[in-house]
């Protein structure tokens, strides 16, 4: 069913109110309006912006990065001078903004008893949205931050293994967002929720889902095979795409996808990049029909282009390559901002069955994830795809990298996914781009903005000398 979210304004009470001097607030206040944002607005608020937010820059940004798509202009971000985003490239404000307004949620929970159905879903969803603003910078402010002026407006830096696995850090607000979800008796409703409709039941699936995929991008640093089978044993996770935890973008204003609201000129100025390309074409895979369109020259012909190119220096005619698909901008109304899904889910066990974390078939969960990504593209499977070039493990085939690969290209609508999976595991095997500013180098992290080194100096500067001047080429914790 097609979740849809008409947005109000009645946000702006947040900067009337904090506007107020004191003597005009005791004297001026309204005693039948609202002090206080509702929890049920606020996650509305949460979910959607975060979904609608995240899918365009995790197309324009995260797309070029994971090498799914190639920027024919405004393109230093694609030539990876990362420090200076254009048309996206700077998500560190989307992070901030939702991670703020979930906190609110989070304490009108624990404060007043008619909110406390809220109280799992804003610790599951922290912990969701920590995760992916960590994986992208590393270091980032957290235990201090998200809590207004009342706490303090310059927090520190901390370290991503203590985001993680510290007491509030990912895996224990998922914990105890489950637990929270699992002890709540009460009547009241969750209300707001474009998720799930209200059902607490799915945000447990949701958050299982979110502890394996935290385990297994931190598994290199830590042992969490226990972890990871009693979670696998219990089965409570995302199993199919029935139960994804997905946005429904629809095909008209206001919930399309951005990139179906922007002038053809800014869609138009990204084409498939030679990366996808090849891996498609080698796997004779027919999502690349969907994901993609024929060249402009030839409709029979599907053709990327290298990343990076200098486009001052290089002359290119556009009809020589392929454009997004059409579900990215006319069909939008088939599209999902993807927050987590059977097929990631069962990618991420195959995984970690190939590598004996559970004991499980990984060949089972390698074609059953491979199916419902086919589903998720609304793409027909081919009969041999399994038995032929998709094949698990013959001829000679590097399986880590098979799984990998797939979950790659069913990530098309999350780029930074894409990237940060390659910067874990290697795979897919990223292309050298045309004309790097970064010394023929891929970054493997974000920088950090150039806002915080006005607004929170000492922190920055911190952070920044333990990260080699803020480099784009110092790996995060679980990378090293």
């Not at 490239?89 to 929970?109: H, K």
Request: aromatic share 12%; with cysteine.
């Amino acid at each position: 069913m097609k979740r849809f979210i008409y947005i109000t304004a009645l946000l702006v009470a947040f900067a009337a109110i904090s506007s107020c001097t004191k003597d005009f607030e005791d004297i001026n206040t309204n005693p039948n309006a609202p002090l206080q944002v509702q929890p049920s607005l606020l996650l509305r608020q949460v979910i959607y912006d975060y979904s609608e937010e995240m899918s365009y820059e995790g197309f324009v940004a995260g797309n070029l990065l994971g090498q799914y798509l190639t920027a024919l202009d405004f393109n230093l971000f694609d030539r990876h001078a990362l420090k200076s985003p254009q048309l996206g490239g700077n998500p560190w404000p989307v992070f901030y903004t939702n991670l703020r307004d979930n906190e609110i949620i989070l304490e009108q929970a624990r404060t007043t008893e008619a909110n406390r159905v809220y109280e799992g879903p804003a610790l599951i969803m922290k912990a969701y949205m920590a995760a992916a603003l960590t994986d992208i910078y590393g270091d980032v402010p957290y235990f201090e931050a998200f809590k207004g002026k009342e706490v303090t407006t310059t927090p520190k830096y901390d370290a991503q293994e203590d985001i993680y696995l510290a007491e509030g850090g990912i895996l224990d607000n998922l914990d105890k967002g489950i637990a929270a979800i699992q002890n709540y008796n009460g009547a009241i409703k969750l209300e707001g929720d474009i998720l799930f409709n209200g059902n607490l039941d799915n945000w447990i699936q949701f958050a299982n889902s979110l502890k394996i995929k935290s385990l297994m991008r931190i598994s290199e640093k830590t042992d969490v095979a226990s972890q990871l089978q009693q979670v696998y044993q219990e089965g409570n996770f995302i199993r199919s795409n029935v139960d994804n935890a997905t946005f429904d973008f629809t095909d008209g204003e206001p919930n399309n996808f951005r990139l179906a609201r922007l002038r053809a000129g800014d869609f138009n100025n990204f084409v498939m990049s030679e990366t996808i390309d090849e891996i498609l074409h080698d796997l004779e895979d027919p999502r690349i029909e969907v994901l993609f369109r024929p060249t402009g020259n030839d409709p029979q012909v599907y053709n990327g282009l290298i990343n990076g190119i200098d486009a001052s220096q290089t002359s290119i005619s556009p009809a020589d390559y392929s454009y997004a698909g059409k579900i990215f901008r006319e069909n939008s109304g088939m599209l999902d901002a993807n927050f987590m899904t059977g097929w990631e889910t069962n990618f991420l066990l195959a995984e970690a069955a190939e590598k004996g974390y559970i004991q499980a078939d990984p060949k089972m969960l390698y074609e059953l994830a491979v199916t419902q990504a086919f589903e998720y593209w609304n793409t027909a499977l081919p009969q041999d795809y399994l038995s032929a070039t998709a094949a698990y493990g013959t001829d000679g085939k590097d399986k880590i990298e098979q799984i990998i690969t797939q979950k790659w290209i069913a990530n098309m609508i999350n780029g930074y996914e894409g990237w940060t999976e390659w910067r874990r595991t290697g795979f897919p095997d990223l292309k050298p781009i045309s004309a790097s500013l970064n010394n023929d180098l891929i970054p493997v992290r974000m920088p950090y903005p150039t806002e915080e080194a006005a607004l929170n100096a000492q922190n920055y500067n911190q952070a920044a000398s333990t990260t080699n001047d803020n480099s784009i080429n110092f790996p995060v914790w679980w990378d090293e």
